[in-house]
């Protein structure tokens, strides 16, 4: 007798990177090797004195809490404060996570957004922010403005600042405006801030910072990663910071499910909160690695849009997204197709600027 459980991939859309697949074959047969920049992920060491961090909490033998130590809930209020001057939060303000993706994905669930009611999300989007609707049984609304979003009141709105994949970095009067909006409606606002201390052109500012949020951060999430800044990708570190209601909301669910964040990576996350010196150091490589890169797609045609912030380049030359990744992968170079983020991504391309200097240099060459 078949089952009577039904898939929830079936409900999902394809894994966009399993489409990379040929693009990737091609580019590897490069006579002098891929150079992979498909995908943000980093390339750096991890500083010392976070492995040392990471050794030193390991003879822990118990099991965690989900809430995690006091110690790192202080440690990331002061970051926030330290290095984007967002004041007004204290230790029940902040949750850690199992890596911001997890998170997102499983925010709107754990929220309660009720079934079949509207989740926002921006027109071109990071692609789990829909996945994290579709699993809860919400629908879907592309929406860069809250006048695109009509009457109906929506359950949740995702904001990208510094968005990935585009590098755009949302003005504070825009932002203001959405979290007036977002109140009157009783709209709870996730904002996804991973990139917030990757900003180059333009600066970058939390939802949370007094200026956009006047010191209330009721019904406001704001998501911090420290995968970019810290190359603590494989730790799968990262946390949550709000609203204490709805932080309290999160933490009693995730404690029935075991959502913990291991120990040792606590102790890791304390080590990388407090120090801003290795952090620097890292901004400093990408800048020079986005400077190299930025160059050569200029001189090879290319436009490039937006990107004021972040760790990817959202590059056109006008073509399909689907036709440029072949082009760049004829030449050893891979890319994400903008289409993966969205329908009005699709004659654009994301170049990441997360691979070695050796491999940016590469890439800028086979440009040339």
Known sequence: MAHRLQPVSATLPDFPWDSLADAKAQASAHPGGIVDLSVGTPVDPVDPIIRQALAD????????????????????VAALARRFGIDGLDESSILPVIGT???????????GVPAGDLVVIPEVAYP????????????????DSTVAVGPERPALLFLNSPS?????????DHLRKVVAWARERGVVVVSDECYLGLAWDTPAVSILDPAICGGDHTGLIAVHSLSKVSNLASYRAGFLAGDTALIAELLAVRKHAGM?????????????LNDDVHVNEQRERYRLRRDTLKAALGAAGFTVDHSEAGLYLWATRGDDARATVDWLAERGILVAPGDFYGPQGARHIRMAFTATDERVAAAAARLA
């Open 57 to 76: 909490s390991s003879e822990f033998p118990g099991y965690p809490a989900t809430v995690g130590t006091r110690e790192l809930r202080d440690a990331a």
């Open 101 to 111: 993706k997890e998170a997102i994905a499983g925010l709107p669930a754990q929220l």
């Open 260 to 272: 913990i964040v291991p120990y040792p990576v606590q102790g890791a996350m304390i080590a990388a």
């Open 128 to 143: 789990t922010y829909e996945v994290g609707a579709l699993l809860a049984g919400a629908r879907v609304l592309r929406a």
């Open 164 to 172: 990935n994949p585009t590098g755009k970095v949302l003005p504070a």
